[in-house]
């Protein structure tokens, strides 16, 4: 079975810090991905990766990097957080193209106080 | 532009009654997938089934059922005697063959009561 672990369940951290959300997967997938999820809005993507290093934006970026040093592991950075990206957080991960399935971690909710 | 909408923002039925859950999509691709998700109280999303635009037949897995008919572009889902471990929120999903991501649906959060 294909395994996506988030570092952290529930997270909550104050206006201002750099946060870390980490994300590993075991099956050596190329591409992964970071979603937040938001009541009436689904998911939508922040960034997402298809090789080690390689990164591209998705629909929200702002506020957000990412980093994919190794293939496994997909982290995303929030420089200075603030109230508005209080959300929960899903990483992704995906073997290849349109063909195959995403599986996600178990997320990760945020609060920034 | 792609777009998943999900009109039903919530649903209540009572265990054992039928339940459908509205997807309606839109792309100008010709190759296209459309998912569905089911996302738990324990909030990770599980893969429930995968469909490419050139398979138009509807599939049966257990008491779960997709209807996929591009006239109308949509993916319904359809639960059958449904049970209270059924209550999630299920999210239809559309990726496109020049875009690497996939777009969501709101997401429909299904309480089945006993």
């Known amino acids: 079975d294909v395994k996506v672990t988030q570092s952290s369940r529930y997270l909550v951290k104050r206006t201002g810090e750099k946060v870390f959300l980490e994300c590993v997967q075991d099956?050596?997938?190329?591409?992964m991905f970071w979603y937040r999820q938001d009541p009436g809005l689904g998911l939508r993507l922040i960034y997402f990766?298809?090789?080690?290093?390689?990164?591209e934006k998705g629909d929200i970026p702002e506020g957000y990097s990412v980093s994919r040093e190794k293939k496994e592991r997909f982290s995303l950075i929030l420089e200075s957080a603030s109230t508005n990206q209080t959300s929960m957080y899903l990483c992704?991960?995906?073997?290849?193209?349109?063909?195959?399935?995403?599986?996600f971690g178990p997320g990760t909710r945020l609060t920034v106080l | 532009a792609q777009k998943v909408t999900q009109a039903q923002t919530e649903i209540s039925v009572v265990e054992k009654e039928d339940v459908t859950l509205d997807c309606v999509y839109e792309?100008?691709?010709?190759?296209?997938?459309l998912f569905w998700y089911k996302q738990p109280p324990s909030g990770e999303l599980v893969f429930l089934i995968r469909?490419?635009?050139?398979?138009?037949q509807n599939e049966i897995s257990g008491r779960y059922s997709w209807n996929f008919q591009k006239s109308t572009s949509s993916f319904n889902f359809t639960i059958t005697a449904s049970q209270v471990v059924d209550s999630a929120v299920y999210f239809c999903?559309?990726?496109?063959?020049?875009?690497?991501?996939?777009?969501f649906g709101a997401g429909t959060r299904l309480t089945v009561k006993p």
């Open positions: 990766s298809y090789d080690v290093k390689m990164k």
């Open positions: 469909r490419n635009s050139f398979d138009e």
């Open positions: 999903a559309l990726s496109v063959s020049n875009n690497n991501d996939m777009r």
């Open positions: 099956m050596d997938h190329e591409n």
């Open positions: 792309t100008r691709d010709t190759t296209y997938y």
């Open positions: 992704a991960s995906r073997r290849g193209g349109l063909t195959d399935t995403q599986y």
